[in-house]
């Protein structure tokens, strides 16, 4: 499956035989959670004034095959979606350090198209996901200082660590429709322990972050069952170079 930064969303049935195809999707989009679960932020933990503030968009591409048990009579399957993630940042000061509060609201749409026992069907929805909220603290060589004190603090400074914790939760707001299989919101809550440690040797960053995903159940799943998941963990790391331009 090929994955390309760009928007996310879903699929609905061509056929009254779809529900079967529903239930693929179903598990596609599992797949598919996990991918994004582990998002890549380079520059995660490091450190920035009190007061910046940072608005951005981002945009997300996903296609490819996709297999399936072949008890489903599944087969020839592929996935296509566009997602789309507005996203906020701000630097506080949370008593002598800094913290950081981040906001993320996506909106997708995706579409399943495949064979079942032999026939075409498809599936999508469209709609606005689950928004991720975020707050994260640094414990470590990130003062909380406005841009004057921040230059003075790292003025000739060559090597630099910052560590710090964060917490994040995903809000169960997103579309969700108990009588469908497939939805852009997960009706459940996802709580996010996150720790991290960027430590900088003169145009150099050396990265790590470590991530846990905990799951509520969600009670009200299609045909009245609880669907519930393991944790999960994840770990990424960056590397990062900062040339004279500050590029």
């Known amino acids: 499956m090929r994955r390309r930064p760009i928007l996310t969303a879903l699929v609905r049935p061509a056929r009254r035989r779809a529900p079967r195809v529903l239930l693929a999707a179903a598990l596609a989009c599992a797949a598919a959670g996990a991918a994004h679960a582990q998002d ?3 520059r ?3 450190h920035q004034p009190v007061g910046t503030n940072v608005g951005g968009l981002s945009y997300a591409y996903t296609d490819g095959d996709l297999q399936f048990d072949p008890v489903l009579e599944i087969s020839g399957a592929t996935v296509e979606s566009h997602t789309v ?3 906020y ?4 000061a949370m008593g002598e350090t800094t913290a950081r509060f981040d906001a993320i609201l996506p909106y997708g749409h995706s579409r399943w198209e495949g064979l079942l026992s032999g026939a075409p069907a498809s599936v999508s929805r469209e709609g606005f996901g689950d ?5 994260s603290v640094n414990l470590v060589g990130a003062p909380a200082v406005d841009a004057q004190g921040y230059r003075e603090y790292h ?3 060559r090597v630099h660590t910052v560590a710090g914790v964060a917490l994040g939760v995903k ?3 997103g579309q969700y429709d108990k009588d469908r299989l497939l939805n852009i919101g997960a009706n459940r809550f996802v709580f996010r322990p996150q720790a991290g440690v960027v430590h900088r040797r003169g145009p150099w960053s050396y990265e790590l972050t470590g991530s846990a995903f905990l799951y509520t159940d969600n009670t009200d799943f299609f045909g009245g069952r609880t669907l519930s998941q393991d944790p999960m963990g ?3 790391g960056h590397v990062v170079r900062t040339f004279p331009n500050r590029m």
């Not at 940042?89 to 506080?92: D, E, P």
């Not at 928004?131 to 707050?135: D, I, T």
Request: positive net charge; charged residues 20%.
């Open 40 to 42: 890549l932020e380079p």
């Open 44 to 46: 995660r933990w490091s």
């Open 85 to 87: 993630v507005a996203g």
């Open 89 to 92: 940042s701000r630097w506080f």
């Open 131 to 135: 928004p991720w909220v975020r707050l």
């Open 155 to 157: 003025a000739g400074e």
């Open 171 to 173: 809000l169960p707001l």
């Open 234 to 236: 994840a770990l990424q």
